[in-house]
């Protein structure tokens, strides 16, 4: 078994909070192979304090970013923006990667 397995972290995050949080993520791991963003729209935990246009529609406007690296860098981003970025807009999982690769190498 893996020691370090591979795992998809997900951070979902207000679009505004996005320029800071990538800047902090690349501070906290100069080395972070890559990442994908994607805008989003939700509705779940903490809609409360969604805004008024958002209320309306049902939805938040939120961004996404998907990383695939070792469980124990993504603990260590994770445990970096806790540290720099403390908000509850902030959410994050992750995911158990059962294979990764190129189409063709």
């Known amino acids: ?3 370090n397995p ?3 972290l997900t951070l979902a ?7 800071q949080l990538l800047a902090d993520l690349l501070e906290i791991d100069p080395d972070l192979a890559g990442f994908t963003t994607l805008h989003a729209e939700g509705h779940g935990h903490g809609f409360a304090r ?3 246009q958002e209320q309306v529609s049902g939805r938040a406007e939120r961004a996404l970013l998907l990383a695939v690296l070792p469980e124990d860098s993504a603990r260590r981003l994770v445990e970096g923006l806790r540290m720099r970025l403390p908000s509850p807009e902030i959410a994050y999982w992750m995911s158990p990667i059962i294979e990764f690769g190129r189409i063709v190498e």
């Open 50 to 52: 969604a805004s008024v």
């Open 6 to 8: 591979l795992v998809q």
């Open 13 to 19: 995050y207000p679009r505004p909070a996005e320029r």
């Open 1 to 3: 078994m893996n020691e």
